[in-house]
């Protein structure tokens, strides 16, 4: 089974709502912030040159569901693993942890694709990234 790669981060004020509860779309931004920081950490990114082409992830299914609030200063601990990795496409899984209790867990579905002049067309995953996505595969 592969390691989750982890990123922690504390809820800031500007990412409150009225109630002083992170609202709910600071999640999936915080999902791209650790799918960023563990692309890196492959030595990828979402945006990357490959042989001739430029390969991106654009996302086909995003989802989230939450369980506790977060509030300002809670520190969240992010967890993300690959739950699936087809020819085109991967899927990854984020939970959400403060202190021991899961408080969300989303999902997001993307598909490799090359993008030439402002437009995406899948593509199978080259084999020298689906080498490193396939280390990070539950």
């Not at 809670?74 to 939970?95: C, G, H, N, Q």
């Not at 997001?108 to 396939?134: D, H, N, Y």
């Amino acid at each position: 089974m592969a390691d989750e790669f982890v990123l922690m981060r504390r809820v800031q004020f500007a990412e409150t709502d009225m109630a002083g509860v992170m609202h709910f779309s600071n999640y999936f931004r915080w999902m791209e912030e650790i799918e960023h920081a563990w692309m890196r950490g492959l030595g990828m990114s979402v945006v990357q040159p490959h042989a001739a082409d430029t390969v991106s992830w654009p996302r086909v299914t995003v989802s989230c569901e939450y369980d506790a609030p977060a509030r300002f200063e809670d520190e969240i601990e992010m967890r993300l693993l690959v739950t699936d990795l087809t020819e085109k496409s991967m899927t990854y899984e984020v939970t959400f942890w403060r202190d021991a209790s899961r408080i969300a867990r989303g999902r997001t579905k993307a598909v490799c694709c090359k993008m030439e002049q402002g437009q995406f067309t899948s593509i199978p995953i080259p084999p020298s990234i689906r080498k490193l996505l396939g280390t990070a595969l539950q």
